[in-house]
């Protein structure tokens, strides 16, 4: 089986796709506690391991998963005139590309932005501008296959990940008119495994973590001084659960 991804809208109901051998599949968890279950697409040849999944602004589902190197987007088109139920547009948008790393987001226009390790292990930025797909490689790598993306209100990029030649923890903000590239962290016991939402002031909240390599992890927090306090993650954790080996 391959990974889960989960969407939340703001209401609260939650949007999953998962994959169990050949079949992507997508969960919706209702406000009543109800579970439902749509099959996307059972594959006949080639296997899927990674799926990321979103809705635009207009509530319209989209789900990206790779089938082998390639990449596939599924649009869930809804009853009406033509359909008599619910139905799954499928496309293969890139071949030869994908190697780990899937994410899925949309910006105010509700244009679909991808971004993912590529087959080179670089970080590759796939975008529909409503009539082709673009193709933009945004860090020649080698990038960590965790990539972290958040797209603010004014439609700025917020793409955090790392490299693991040079054991940085990298930030990048763009948008059509500007460029900002950051190392945010530096050191040879950074691992893949990051985590990143915007506060109230769309400020990063970062995470990240550390490994020694004889067993001994960490997780470290990155908040930004900049702005103000209001939405900032508190320091101090508000519940701490510890596992038994």
Same mark, same amino acid.
């Given at each position: 089986?391959g990974?889960?991804?989960? @969407?939340?809208?703001?209401?609260?109901? #939650?949007?999953?796709?998962?994959?169990? #051998?050949?079949?992507?599949?997508?969960?919706?968890?209702?406000?009543?506690?109800?579970?439902?279950?749509?099959?996307?697409?059972?594959?006949?040849?080639?296997?899927?391991?990674?799926?990321?999944?979103?809705?635009?602004?207009?509530?319209?589902?989209?789900?990206? @998963?790779?089938v082998?190197?390639?990449?596939?987007?599924?649009?869930?088109?809804?009853?009406?005139?033509? @359909?008599?139920?619910?139905?799954?547009?499928?496309?293969?948008?890139?071949?030869?590309? +994908?190697?780990?790393?899937l994410?899925?987001?949309?910006?105010?226009?509700?244009?679909?932005?991808?971004?993912?390790?590529?087959?080179d292990?670089?970080?590759h930025?796939?975008? +529909?501008?409503?009539?082709f797909?673009?193709?933009?490689?945004?860090?020649?790598?080698?990038? #960590?296959?965790?990539?972290?993306?958040?797209?603010?209100?004014?439609?700025? +990029?917020?793409?955090?990940?790392?490299?693991?030649?040079?054991?940085?923890?990298?930030?990048?903000? +763009?948008?059509?008119?500007?460029?900002?590239r950051?190392?945010?962290?530096?050191?040879?016991t950074?691992?893949?495994?990051?985590?990143?939402d915007?506060?109230?002031?769309?400020?990063?909240?970062?995470?990240?973590?550390?490994?020694?390599g004889?067993?001994?992890?960490?997780?470290?927090l990155?908040?930004?001084?900049a702005?103000?306090?209001? #939405?900032?993650?508190?320091?101090?954790?508000?519940?701490?659960?510890? @596992?038994?080996?």
């Amino acid at each position: 089986n391959g990974t889960i991804d989960m @969407y939340v809208n703001d209401i609260g109901v #939650g949007y999953a796709c998962s994959i169990n #051998g050949s079949d992507i599949n997508m969960h919706v968890l209702h406000l009543n506690g109800t579970f439902e279950t749509l099959l996307v697409e059972s594959l006949v040849s080639g296997s899927a391991d990674d799926c990321a999944i979103g809705l635009t602004s207009q509530d319209r589902i989209q789900i990206a @998963y790779n089938v082998g190197p390639d990449l596939r987007l599924a649009r869930l088109a809804l009853k009406n005139a033509v @359909y008599s139920g619910l139905t799954w547009h499928l496309r293969t948008i890139a071949e030869d590309v +994908f190697s780990s790393g899937l994410t899925l987001t949309f910006d105010s226009e509700s244009k679909t932005h991808l971004m993912f390790q590529d087959t080179d292990l670089a970080l590759h930025h796939l975008w +529909f501008n409503k009539a082709f797909w673009n193709h933009t490689i945004l860090d020649n790598g080698p990038i #960590g296959s965790d990539i972290e993306v958040e797209i603010d209100s004014t439609d700025t +990029f917020h793409v955090a990940y790392t490299n693991s030649a040079e054991g940085e923890l990298r930030l990048i903000n +763009f948008n059509e008119t500007i460029e900002v590239r950051r190392v945010l962290s530096r050191g040879s016991t950074i691992t893949q495994a990051i985590g990143m939402d915007l506060d109230s002031n769309d400020i990063e909240q970062i995470t990240y973590s550390k490994s020694d390599g004889n067993g001994n992890n960490t997780i470290s927090l990155l908040r930004s001084l900049a702005g103000k306090d209001t #939405g900032r993650i508190d320091p101090e954790p508000s519940l701490i659960i510890n @596992y038994d080996e």
